[in-house]
């Protein structure tokens, strides 16, 4: 179990309605009745963000976006920037999940310049990384992730709050998770990581894991070393089971 104060974080992805505000209303009131050890976020669409940060005001719950564009400002159609993000009362945001670098081919250059945006709008970027069936088959995985790592966090960030999430693409809604020992391998390569780059205070930047965490395999995971927290997918659409997640930190 790790030391640092975990982040549960649930990525609503493309879901979501007015009438889902709900959902997050209730984790609020549920920790607010019974706070846990975690930090709860929801990264929700950007047409909810405003939203649901009025509905669970003066909660703990976190509201996040789930991308930005790296400019403040621009002819960037369709493109929302980290400070209109933050405008909308999010503090933090996911930047390069895997939807993002298969579907729109985002680069770890690109990743790397949404998380220093994100700085400078004041959000908590979850910089995303993670490999492919073929790469972990190829027995490529920790290489991959490194340089993912190495690419994809700016050093620009020392010295400011952020999270690495490690999510293996395979695991990604597939049902199908690493084992403990593979999820800790990869963490410990991407603690190594960060101390390199940011030195004594790199042992502080939360690695969570995502891909198929549900409530059955929560405890399971997040008892591993250097295991800070958890992404969640789908099994965030539904406060029952994000809390439940959230209260397997402890
Ligand atoms: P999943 O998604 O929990 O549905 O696998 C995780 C993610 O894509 O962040």
């Known amino acids: 179990m790790t030391a640092l104060r975990p982040l549960i974080a649930g990525n609503w992805k493309m879901n979501g309605l007015g009438s889902t505000i709900a959902q997050a209303y209730e984790i609020a009131m549920a920790l607010g009745a019974t706070p846990t050890r975690a930090r709860v976020a929801i990264c929700a669409p ?14 703990d719950v976190i509201i996040g976006g789930q991308d930005i564009h790296p400019d403040p400002s621009g002819p960037f159609t369709g493109d929302i920037s980290a400070e209109m993000m933050a405008d ?22 690109l990743v790397a310049r949404k998380a220093l945006a994100a700085l400078r709008g004041g959000l908590e970027p979850i910089i995303c990384v993670g490999e492919t069936r073929a790469e972990r088959e190829a027995g490529a995985a920790l290489d991959v992730v490194r340089r993912q790592v190495r690419g994809s966090v700016p050093s620009g960030l020392a010295g400011s709050d952020f999270a690495v999430a490690y999510e293996p693409r395979w695991a990604i809604g597939s ?20 101390t390199r780059a940011f030195g004594e205070r790199g042992l502080g930047v939360p690695i969570l894991y995502g891909g198929s965490v549900q409530p059955s395999n929560a405890t399971e995971i997040l008892k591993g070393r250097e295991i800070d ?12 089971s994000l809390l439940l997640i959230a209260r397997a930190t402890g």
């Open 46 to 59: 950007a047409t909810l963000v405003d939203r649901l940060a009025r509905a669970v005001e003066g909660s």
């Open 88 to 109: 909308a009362s999010a503090r933090m945001v996911i930047v390069g999940h895997s939807d993002r670098r298969s579907a729109y081919g985002e680069t770890d250059a």
């Open 175 to 194: 049902g199908r998770t690493p084992t403990l020992d593979q999820i800790e391998e990869v963490h410990r390569a991407i603690r190594d990581e960060m």
């Open 229 to 240: 927290g958890a992404l969640v997918g789908r099994a965030s659409l539904k406060a029952e």
